[in-house]
């Protein structure tokens, strides 16, 4: 394409002698928090059905790849085209219910031969954890959320809901004891059990936990908003209003 030659172009002149100095210093460890925040801003953008803004955080995250593969075509490790041709490559062999003759019922079968295509490719074959594989530097409830759909995989899992939700009552009567006896180590272990048995429960459900909780955080936001509204009607701070007026604020925006 040529709009992707042109971007190729551009950021080989912003890399080049008498370009940018910026872009002509970074490499592939010092682009990683601008990959991670890139991708978070355009599933704000999705979320938000924005698609003006989806275009822009589309290009952002496209800039990354092009980014980091002219810096790989520059060490003499990989370029553009390998990035492309290795996609292709691997879109089509986890895709042999279109490009061969494998025949899937549905599409959840399609994630299970999807998995057992992966684990059985180069490098995955010799993984002996259901953690081997999930990237560390993942969001907490996301690592937690693909953790327990292995386990899932592999036998591991609650008959149902009802069952998660029996563990989370549970995981929260171990809170409660562990505030009871004010050991703070024993309670930041609890409430991690219990933020993972929540996660479990948003998997068994077929909700995604991060998206659950971006809601829920914008949300409180909103309604914590109309708390700030009230105190600036009335010239004071949050702090001044009494809470049971907070409370009955908060309540009305629900």
């Known amino acids: 394409m040529k709009e992707i030659d042109r971007l190729v172009g551009i950021m080989e002149t912003l890399r080049a002698p008498g370009g940018c100095p910026w872009d002509a210093a970074q490499d592939h460890e010092s682009l990683v928090p601008a990959l991670i925040e890139e991708a978070y801003e355009l599933a704000e953008a999705i979320e938000s059905r924005d698609t003006a803004s989806m275009v822009e955080e589309l290009g952002d995250v496209l800039l990354q790849v092009v980014f980091h593969s002219i810096i790989g075509r520059e060490q003499g490790a990989f370029s553009l085209s390998d990035v492309i041709e290795q996609l292709c490559q691997k879109l089509i062999y986890r895709h042999p219910h279109v490009f061969g003759q494998t025949r899937v019922a549905d599409a959840r079968e399609v994630v299970r031969n999807w998995d057992q295509l992966k684990n059985g490719e180069k490098g995955k074959r010799d993984r002996t954890s259901i953690a081997d594989g999930i990237p560390v530097r993942l969001p907490a409830l996301m690592y937690a959320a693909k953790l327990q759909t292995r386990a899932s995989r592999a036998g591991f899992d609650w008959a149902d809901a009802l069952g998660v939700m029996e563990k989370i009552q549970e995981e929260a009567d171990e809170t409660r004891a562990a505030l009871e006896t004010g050991d703070q180590s024993d309670a930041a272990d609890e409430i991690g059990d219990l ?47 009494p809470m049971d007026e907070k409370e009955r604020i908060w ?4």
Not at 199 to 226: H, M, S, T, W, Y
């Open 195 to 241: 933020i993972f048995s929540a996660v479990n429960l948003a998997r068994k459900l077929g909700i995604d936990p991060e998206a659950a909780v971006r809601r829920a955080n914008c949300r409180f936001a909103d309604r914590f908003a109309l708390i700030e509204k009230a105190a600036a009607d009335r010239g004071v701070s949050v702090a001044d209003i």
């Open 251 to 254: 309540q009305k925006a629900k």
